[in-house]
C-alpha cells in the first residue's frame, strides 16, 4: 500500500477495484470499509514507528510530530476498542465463540501501553519546549525591554570561565551520581529540534530538568559555580503558561544565522 501525508490516505489499485465492485453492488461496503479501516491503521502504525520507535532522537521530535504521534496511538486504540464492541454482540448470538474477544482486548491491552507511552513521551517535549522557549524569554530580555514582555527576572546567570567541555560534563555526571545514586535528568543534550524552531542553536549546552531552589538544583549550581561552568537557572517558563524551572550549562545558546 502507498499512504498520503496524514490524514490524506492514497488509494492501492485494489482499493479502487474494490471501490468500483461496491458502486456496482457486486461487493458489500462493509469490505470496502475494512479495507478503508486496514489501511488508516497502516499509516498511523507507521507514524508510530516513525515517530516512537524511531532511531532518532526524542529531541530530534518537533511539537507537531510529537502531537501527531499521540493521535495516531489514540486511533489505533480506537479502532480495535469499535472492533470488540461488534464483536460482542456477535459472541452473544453464538456466531462466533466467546473466545474470540480475548485477543481482540490483549491487542487493546498492548495498544493503551503504546498510547501511554506516546503521551510521556509528548509531555516530555512540550517541557522541553516549555524550557527552550524560558531561555528565549530569558534573552529577549538580556536585549532589552520590548513592549508585552514581563520585565522580571526569569533566571540567574553565571558565567564562569566562559567554557563547557565534554570533561565538564563528564565531572558533572560523575559528582551527581555520587551525590544522589541516580543519573542526572537531561532534558535535552546538544541540538533539539525545538531549539532550531526557536532559531537558537543549542549545540554543546545541556539542559537539566531541576528546579534551582530543590535539593538537586542547590547542589547542581554550587558544583557549577565551584567548578567554574557557566550555567543559567531557569526558575519558570513563559509567564502565564506552564512552568518548565530547569538548569541550562553552557554559555548561551547563539542565534542560528539565516543566509541572505
Do not use: C
Not at 486496514?38 to 515517530?51: C, H
Not at 459472541?91 to 501511554?116: F, S, W
Not at 513521551?121 to 534573552?139: I, N
Not at 536585549?143 to 566562559?162: I, L, N, Q, Y
Amino acid at each position: 500500500m502507498i499512504f498520503g501525508g496524514a490524514g490524506v490516505y492514497a488509494q492501492t489499485p485494489d482499493l479502487e477495484r474494490l471501490r468500483a465492485l461496491v458502486e456496482a453492488g457486486a461487493a458489500p461496503r462493509a469490505a470496502l470499509e475494512k479495507a478503508l479501516a486496514e489501511m488508516r491503521d497502516a499509516e498511523d502504525e507507521a507514524i508510530l514507528r516513525r515517530t516512537l520507535y524511531g532511531a532518532s532522537r526524542i529531541e530530534d521530535t518537533t511539537e507537531e510530530q510529537a502531537a501527531e504521534m499521540v493521535a495516531a496511538a489514540r486511533r489505533r486504540v480506537a479502532r480495535r476498542q469499535a472492533r470488540l464492541e461488534e464483536l460482542k454482540p456477535l459472541v452473544e448470538q453464538g456466531i462466533y465463540a466467546r473466545n474470540a474477544l480475548g485477543p481482540v482486548a490483549e491487542e487493546i491491552e498492548e495498544l493503551n501501553r503504546t498510547l501511554e507511552l506516546a503521551i510521556s513521551r509528548e509531555k516530555f517535549l512540550r517541557e522541553m519546549a516549555d524550557m527552550a522557549r524560558a531561555e528565549e524569554q530569558w534573552a529577549r530580555i538580556e536585549a532589552g525591554p520590548e513592549t508585552g514582555v514581563e520585565s522580571r527576572p526569569v533566571s540567574e546567570r553565571f558565567d564562569g570561565m566562559g567554557t563547557f567541555t565534554a570533561a565538564h560534563w563528564k565531572g558533572v555526571v560523575l559528582a551527581y551520581e555520587a551525590a544522589f545514586g541516580r543519573p542526572v535528568p537531561v532534558s535535552a543534550h546538544g541540538e533539539t529540534a525545538v531549539h532550531r524552531a526557536l532559531g537558537y542553536d543549542h549545540r554543546g549546552r545541556v539542559d537539566v530538568a531541576v528546579n534551582p531552589d530543590e535539593p538537586e538544583g542547590v547542589w547542581l549550581r554550587e558544583y557549577l559555580t565551584r567548578e567554574k561552568i557557566p550555567f543559567f537557572a531557569f526558575r519558570a517558563a513563559v509567564a502565564g503558561k506552564s512552568t518548565a524551572p530547569h538548569i541550562h550549562i553552557g554559555p548561551p545558546s547563539l542565534r542560528i544565522r539565516v543566509a541572505d
